[in-house]
T-cell receptor
Framework: GESVGLHLPTLSVQEGDNSIINCAYS??????FIWYKQESGKGPQFIID?????DKRQGQRVTVLLNKTVKHLSLQIAATQPGDSAVYFC??????????FGGGTRLMVKP | EAQVTQNPRYLITVTGKKLTVTCSQN?????MSWYRQDPGLGLRQIYY???????DKGDVPEGYKVSRKEKRNFPLILESPSPNQTSLYFC??????????????FGSGTRLTVV
């Protein structure tokens, strides 16, 4: 598959454990955030989003937490599965059409 | 199936030979964008378009051109490719509401090598 980053932070977890992936954003004016998952050889895929008037949002097995005080975003994956192995990106919407992506974190799930 | 289609998936070319990477979406999205992805640099926006005949520069537009003559198509043009444009390219599209982008759908990527 395509290499998406040779120097990415890597999180290694055991199958069945919970995963927490963190992201720091830079612009306090950003008011909308998205988590993307990118598997090898594929484009980024939308997972979950959150607006700045919320501090938590839950999806199926995923939860996003937003801490605006410290400009921090996290993605929690419950009962991590081998299919969750991928690179995860956070993105912030600063104004209008512009989405700015973070550098990404590689999640590796050990069977 | 709702999707963003890019072609080609892989391309090797020589310096200075003009090329076009096509992008088409079937979701009637207003917004379209091109990103390049490089190791250690993440996803960087090249150009974006908020509607037909409306395009704007992103973070790294030098050496690229785009056009948006139809809503569904957003080709990326490299008039004179150089080796530093070797990269993985993604096209993306999304609905726009009140000027806000609520998240892109990405294509599968085009791996470009310029020798």
């Amino acid at each position: 598959g395509e290499s998406v980053g040779l120097h990415l932070p890597t999180l290694s977890v055991q199958e069945g454990d919970n995963s927490i992936i963190n992201c720091a954003y830079s612009n306090s004016a950003s008011d909308y955030f998205i988590w993307y998952k990118q598997e090898s050889g594929k484009g980024p895929q939308f997972i979950i989003d959150i607006r700045s008037n919320m501090d938590k949002r839950q999806g199926q097995r995923v939860t996003v937490l937003l801490n605006k005080t410290v400009k921090h975003l996290s993605l929690q994956i419950a009962a991590t599965q081998p299919g969750d192995s991928a690179v995860y990106f956070c993105a912030e919407n600063r104004a209008g059409n512009m989405l700015t992506f973070g550098g990404g974190t590689r999640l590796m799930v050990k069977p | 199936e709702a999707q963003v289609t890019q072609n080609p998936r892989y391309l090797i070319t020589v310096t200075g030979k003009k090329l076009t990477v096509t992008c088409s979406q079937n979701m009637n999205h207003e917004y379209m964008s091109w990103y390049r992805q490089d190791p250690g640099l993440g996803l960087r926006q090249i150009y974006y378009s908020m509607n037909v005949e409306v395009t704007d520069k992103g973070d790294v537009p030098e050496g690229y051109k785009v056009s948006r003559k139809e809503k569904r198509n957003f080709p990326l043009i490299l008039e004179s490719p150089s080796p530093n444009q070797t990269s993985l390219y993604f096209c993306a599209s999304s609905f726009g509401r009140q000027g806000r982008n609520y998240g892109y759908t990405f294509g599968s990527g085009t791996r470009l090598t310029v020798v």
